[in-house]
C-alpha cells in the first residue's frame, strides 16, 4: 500500500488492520520456518507496510490527541 492510501483509512480501522497485518506476518514466517513457501520478499513487503501503517496511525493519534 502507498502511504497516500493509508492516510484515507480512519485510525479505528488503521489499528485492526495493522493487527490483522501483523498476525499475517506471524504466520508467512511460520511457513517460511517449515519451508513451505520460498517467497521471502513478500514477508518483506508485508512489514515494510505494517511500517507505513504504524507511521500513518502514530501520526494520526498525535493529531487527535492535540
Known sequence: MKVADIRKIKTVELATESTKLRAEI????RRVHMGETTNVRQLRTKRKDLARMLTVLSEQLIKEAV
Open 26 to 29: 506471524a504466520e508467512m514466517r
